[in-house]
């Protein structure tokens, strides 16, 4: 497309042309003007906003929020490096969905999220991770037990996942995403969902996991908070 609509001769090929009016007897009133680099800029820069919101790319994800340039997708969240039970878990649990979900694929990373995404300016960065910073620094290591299989539907309803819901663990959770809400109003930005983890009783306990550090990725920026 871009091509098409900024693309221009080089000057010989403009001699050339030249030289086929003369012998026809033609003339040529001006020659063609080169098209300014900001004029490129735009048509590179919409090609590229049209690859980042096609979800084939992106193992079916939507965008939720329209990209905006200078605005930087944020996300808080505790990382997990899967284990060897938790990717056998994951392999039989994929198996199953697939008779009667043949589109349904494994995720390649896995956490969970103490926070919806949201969208940074970037002069807002430095001072969003500092804020960060100082309300997590008091919070020490814990472990958390995800014992029952659920599946879950996403916001604007566009992916619906299978998940891993977390019991022992959830007051601390709490804790941690009241924190992040904390900053997230410093700067007028949503707080994350109310019902972020449900009680439950008499479950196989499936997954036991200790949370060490705290991540937030920001455009393609990572920042780190270890916990004590």
């Known amino acids: 497309m871009s091509a098409a609509l900024v693309g221009y001769s080089s000057s010989e090929d403009e001699e050339e042309e030249e030289e086929e009016e003369e012998g026809r007897g033609g003339t040529r009133g001006s020659r063609r003007l080169p098209v300014p680099e900001c004029v490129l800029a735009m048509f590179r820069e919409e090609e590229r906003d049209e690859k980042r919101d096609d979800s084939s790319r992106h193992g079916g994800r939507v965008r ?21 039970e938790f990717l056998e878990l994951l392999e039989l649990l994929a198996s ?9 694929t494994a995720m390649e990373e896995f956490h969970v999220s103490l926070s919806q995404s949201v969208v940074l300016r970037y002069h807002w960065i430095s001072p969003f991770m500092q804020s960060l910073k100082e309300r997590l620094a008091a919070f020490h290591r814990f472990f958390c037990v995800a014992d029952r299989v659920k599946v879950y539907t996403n916001q604007n309803k566009t992916r619906t996942f299978v998940g891993l819901e977390v019991s022992t663990g959830h007051f601390q959770l709490l804790e941690l995403v009241s924190e992040v809400d904390k900053v997230m109003e410093e700067y007028d930005l949503p707080v994350f969902y109310k019902d972020i983890v449900d009680r439950f009783e008499d479950s196989a306990r499936i997954l036991r996991v200790q949370w060490e550090q705290i991540r937030c990725k920001s455009g393609n920026k990572f920042f780190s908070f270890p916990l004590r």
């Open 96 to 104: 199953h969905a697939r008779t009667y979900v043949p589109s349904v």
């Open 64 to 84: 939720c929020f329209p990209h905006e340039r200078g605005g930087w997708a944020t996300h808080v969240y505790l990382p997990y490096q899967a284990q060897e």
